[in-house]
Nanobody, 124 residues
Framework: VQLQASGGGLVQDGGSLRLSCAAS??????YGWFRQAPGKEREFVAA????????RYADSVKGRFTISRDNAKNTAYLQMNSLKLEDTAVYYC????????????????????WGQGTQVTVSS
């Protein structure tokens, strides 16, 4: 089982990026995106339950980021619009075969598999 994150890069304040998380092996039931800025702890960004598409977002990204999945491709995406300087971080995709309840979608400990991380840098 493997998760491959891609799509990071350098973007100007207000710009957009789309991250992808390609999974191999048995299909996952929940995907999440987390991020870690220098000197800070890893934090929740967004998550999605594959079966019914239920999503959850951190307050800091609501209305700007959208998580989605393509079941046929075993891939999750994070569309990031209106990027801000404070969105700069290494973004990690995570997944689990568990069908997480809503309250657990933001929990780092519920995700069993992690990608390698992709750097997102927002410049002024």
């Amino acid at each position: 089982v493997q998760l491959q994150a891609s799509g990071g890069g350098l973007v100007q304040d207000g710009g957009s990026l789309r991250l992808s998380c390609a999974a191999s092996g048995r299909p996952f039931n929940s995907y999440g995106w987390f991020r870690q800025a220098p000197g800070k702890e890893r934090e929740f960004v967004a998550a999605i339950r594959v079966g019914d598409g239920r999503t959850r977002y951190a307050d800091s990204v609501k209305g700007r980021f959208t998580i989605s999945r393509d079941n046929a491709k075993n891939t999750a995406y994070l569309q990031m619009n209106s990027l801000k300087l404070e969105d700069t971080a290494v973004y990690y995709c995570a997944a689990t075969h568990k069908t997480l309840i809503y309250s657990s979608l933001r929990s780092i400990s519920e995700f069993d598999y992690w990608g390698q991380g992709t750097q997102v840098t927002v410049s002024s």
